[in-house]
């Protein structure tokens, strides 16, 4: 029999998708409608005063609760040594609280009433996922006998940071310490962990990684190019080693989204209407929002994806080269954060040739007057915008154009990008002595570094349980948990990422519109957004090693304009129908902000509203 709450589950989703397909039935005949011109493409003062607006209310929702400004800054390594933790006379202990460092090892914890005598409290293993957390000793169930003192010895250069001690009524003990590091700060022990003052997910990497740049310290994750923990170690700089220290340029970058996709919008499709509608949907989507507050580097190569498409899409449109150098620029940038940046660099590659393709075709078939006034029109051109190529006067300056062209994409693609991913390896060479890039050892780092990265990423054979595969991406199937916490009074907090519902498949099916006008149409803007998404997710269809959700996170930002494009075809005559899906998008991400950030609610009532399918782990 069907529940209740099952039939509350599945109605939403039903009239979700019910409500996406009533909107594309309401998009005109794709063999007939006007190809969409991006006119009143120039930002003017409305357009900058909504996306300024719009991103000072997101920036608002993104850092609130984002995580603790305050935690422990002190560590102490005990490889071999014993710390003396007093606890100023006998007490019933109940509890034992303890902050872990980074460094991986383990720790022996004894009782003693008298400094004489010491049995055995347990020993706890600090493995690579075990830090950056608040941790608790799981102490014998024995009956306890009051104690004074408690040492801790450690074994391996496992650092340990605050440690608190409760006694039997719960209450927090007044302890001193033969190493300070271990009581130096305990007003800043929380009730319990949480995500708001521990690490989750890959932070126990990325953020430790950005901790060690700082500490030089040669780092301990290595799978993936430095710059994008370089930039996540700029907030630690600024806020301490703290959950909201190592989260805060993360969610600085997904809030500087906004204005670059209202940018990337406008040059495409001009108006408000449209370019509105398109960052607030990105401010509206779940994996925009929740994979921006994690302290990993998948929101910079994200970043970065969206600048350097949109600086290609410049330049073909307006064939000046000072674009394709800024793309190219970006593109060095997010390839020195994460190798997936590579796939985009494939993707405006194509596109790159494909306008050269174009350009050589569309000079063929000119008429040979036509290429005189063109040619002098050019001329003209070219005295305002030296080194643009269009309209050459015939198919010798076609091809010198390219050529040349050819050499300034080897300096904007392959020299400049290659430069900064190389210089990105400073803090691993310098925290082995070597302070030149110069110097044969650094060449041999960073060598060595592109043989471990290929051999790792082709050959992981790890499982996970919220793991997932490309084509399960494309429609929302199984979501990624990054945190669940149960409480005894029946509520939960809880957080994942995936992608909002209307975008994703909205979107999905905005895809195919692409397709039809990109083929039948040769529509150049559909077929550009097209090619952009392909080069993010094609990739994704061979690898076999294990996937997850989160990886889907650059195709968003196609679906995103996807769907701009569509709106542009219904024009402002069906403007209602196109803020209706919009304001859709918000209303879902209202609904389920819960099990976006963590915010503590009713677990029976969150799972009957936001389990829409059995695989979400909600």
Not at 274 to 303: E, K, L, N
Not at 346 to 361: C, D, F, V
């Amino acid at each position: 029999m069907v529940t209740k709450t099952m039939k509350s589950t599945y109605l939403l989703p039903v009239l979700t998708a019910l409500l996406i397909v009533l909107f594309f039935l309401g998009l005109p005949g794709l063999k007939t409608v006007s190809l969409p011109q991006a006119r009143d493409r120039h930002m003017g003062r409305r357009d900058a005063l909504f996306i300024t607006l719009l991103t000072l209310v997101y920036a608002a929702v993104a850092f609130w609760n984002l995580g603790d400004s305050r935690a422990p800054q002190t560590v102490r390594s005990l490889d071999g040594e014993s710390a003396l933790i007093d606890l100023g006379g006998q007490e019933t202990v109940s509890r034992v609280q303890f902050y872990t460092g980074i460094g991986q090892g383990s720790y022996t914890f004894e009782f003693s009433p008298d400094g004489e005598s010491w049995l055995a409290a347990g020993t706890f293993e600090q493995g690579h996922a075990a830090l950056l957390k608040w941790q608790e000793l799981e102490l014998p169930d024995a009956p306890r006998s009051p104690v004074r003192y408690l040492r801790i010895t450690g074994s391996g250069p496992a650092e340990l940071g605050e440690v608190a001690v409760y006694g039997e009524s719960g209450e927090m003990l007044p302890v001193s310490a033969d190493c300070p590091e271990l009581c130096d700060e305990q007003a800043l022990v929380p009730a319990e962990a949480s995500y708001l003052n521990s690490s989750y997910f890959d932070e126990i990497y990325h953020a430790r990684t950005a901790w060690e740049h700082l500490r030089n310290i040669y780092p301990y994750e290595v799978s993936h190019p430095p710059l994008g923990k370089l930039i996540l170690s700029i907030g630690i700089s600024l806020f301490g080693m703290t959950p909201f220290g190592w989260r805060f340029m993360g969610t600085l970058f997904g809030v500087l989204m906004l204005p670059a996709m209202y940018a990337f919008a406008k040059k495409l499709f001009g108006g408000r209407l449209v370019p509105g509608c398109c960052a607030v949907i990105f401010a509206a989507d779940f994996m925009h929002f929740t994979q921006t507050r994690i302290a990993t580097i998948d929101t910079y190569a994200v970043f970065f994806i969206l600048l350097m498409y949109l600086f290609m899409w410049l330049f073909v449109s307006t064939d000046r080269w000072r674009y394709l150098a800024l793309s190219g620029l970006f593109f060095g940038l997010g390839a020195a954060s994460k190798w997936t940046c590579l796939y985009a660099g494939a993707g405006l590659g194509l596109i790159w040739l494909i306008y050269w393709i174009r350009e050589a075709l569309s000079q063929k078939d000119r008429h040979p007057e036509e290429q005189r006034d063109e040619g002098a029109r050019i001329q003209d051109k070219l005295l305002q915008r030296p080194g643009s190529f269009a309209g050459a006067q015939d198919d010798s300056r076609v091809w010198d154009a390219f050529f040349k062209n050819v050499l300034f994409c080897l300096v904007f693609f392959v020299l400049i990008p290659g430069v900064i991913y190389y210089l990105s390896y400073y803090p691993y060479a310098l925290a082995k002595g070597i302070t030149s890039p110069f110097d044969r050892g650094y060449a041999q780092i960073v060598l060595e570094n592109q043989k471990f990265m290929f051999t790792y990423h082709s050959g992981v054979t790890a499982e996970h349980p919220y793991s997932s595969r490309w084509y399960q991406w494309m429609l929302d199937i199984r979501p990624i948990l990054y945190y669940l916490h149960y409480y005894p009074d029946g509520t939960r907090s809880s957080f994942g990422a995936w992608v909002n519902p209307v975008l994703c498949w909205a979107g999905l099916l905005a895809l195919f519109v692409l397709g039809y006008m990109a083929l039948a149409r040769r529509d150049k803007k559909a077929a550009f957004l097209l090619l952009g998404y392909l080069a993010q997710l094609l990739p994704w269809v061979f690898i076999r090693r294990i996937t997850f959700e989160y990886h889907y996170f650059p195709c968003t930002v196609f679906l995103i304009l996807a769907l701009g494009y569509v709106f542009s075809l219904m024009g402002r005559r069906e403007r209602w129908r196109i803020l209706g899906l919009t304001g859709l998008c918000a209303a879902l991400f209202v609904l389920f902000y819960p099990a976006l950030s963590g915010l503590r609610v009713d677990n029976t009532a969150a799972s009957a509203l936001l389990q829409w399918l059995p695989t979400w782990p909600f």
